[in-house]
């Protein structure tokens, strides 16, 4: 072997150390299919069971805003990934960002834009923990509803907490998918079981009861819960970045989006007429005993498989926030050189499950408070941030038309934003003091559930 030849043996990798490297590195990738379930467990998650209940509030409206919210969600997220990315000067693309918080630092800068991101998204994926955590404790109670139950509310909430103990071992997004796949299962199981009994009372149908005009103090809770129910958007840099083939991520955001708005419109529109005026927060609550101990049992399964997603991405944001080390932040990197959890790290994300369960046992009245969570932190996130940045970041090289396009969606983001918070934040707080969301209702003590 030549001098040179030993040179550039040394230097150069082999054709082995490539392939064991790209083996490695796909270990960790997922395919579409796994992205999308990821994605169907964000938009088609627990709060399916309440949109019958938002059809009570906002009749007509609410079926609209179900088709319109996927539609747009669907272009808001393809449009944030969008932003991850440049053309070189020979016009390939180079992904330069790898996150949310990436993109609002370019755009804000990076003294306060990461910040605000950050905290919206930490608010965001923690009050989703919260919520399904609380609905396991909601739906194993309903089960007891003839007979009594032996424990209260926040028992079963601990109870229920304790099987999500083990999500604090997670690593990876891969292992993630699984729960999501296995979560998209259990939620068809669901959907089959609710909508036969649905359609064998449908010569019982309450046509006459959907309304048509707008209650100005329900519909804007109806639209929280329709907007908080499609916040993907957090997941979706994330999601596209683990692709093995990014190529495909439009039509996975395509084809999840668009299944999400049928079932969505179709569940909520024949669980209402099922049930009409008496439809109830949870739709399982309306059912006969057998049947509602069925599915519950199912929801439960689905809440605790849904609960990883969110979790998982709130850790990493922890993580990517807190603990990369000095000098970039003020902790330590959680990963040991094995590329295992360090036993401090294990704890605090023990106690990170532990707090989502104390303040689900503080946090009643499920939809209102999806109402007020959608209207705030989903509506930034999933509407007007995008199209913000997008505008900012892609603005010279879009049409007209496009740009008019995000304009249109930041008004409708801000008005949701606006009249949501004061409308869900009044029904929350009349909740609070036993009264209905609505203020022109009659004074009647108001329970949630």
Known sequence: MSEYDAEKDTCEPSENIIEKFEDESKRYKISEWQAGWNITNAIQGMFVVSFPYAVLQGGYWTLLAIIVVAYICCHTGKILVE????????????RVHCSYVDIANSVFGPRFGGRIVNVA????????????ILLCGDLILGCFRETGSPLDLSSWIMISAAFLLPCAFLQTLKSVSWFSFWCTVAHLVINAIILVYCFSRINDWKWSEVQVSINIWTFPISLGVVVFSYTSQIFVPTLEGNLIDRQKFNCMMHWTHFAAAVFKALFAYIGFLTFGNNTKEFITNNLPRIFRITVNLF???????SYPLPYFASVELLAESFFKGRPKTLFPVCIDNEKSLKVWAVIL?????LSTMLMAIFIPHFSLLMGLIGSFTGTMLSLIWPCYFHLYLKGKTMSWYAKLFDVIIIILGLLCLGIGIYYSGSALIRS??????????????????
């Open 83 to 94: 932003c991850l990315y440049e053309e070189d000067r020979y016009g390939q693309k180079i």
């Open 121 to 132: 998204q930490m608010i965001e994926l923690l009050m989703t923990c919260i919520l399904y």
């Open 299 to 305: 929801f439960i399964l689905k809440a605790l498989l």
């Open 349 to 353: 994300r023990l106690l990170l499950v």
């Open 432 to 449: 609070y003091s036993g009264l209905p969301p609505d203020p022109h209702t009659p004074r009647i003590p108001y329970h949630s559930g």
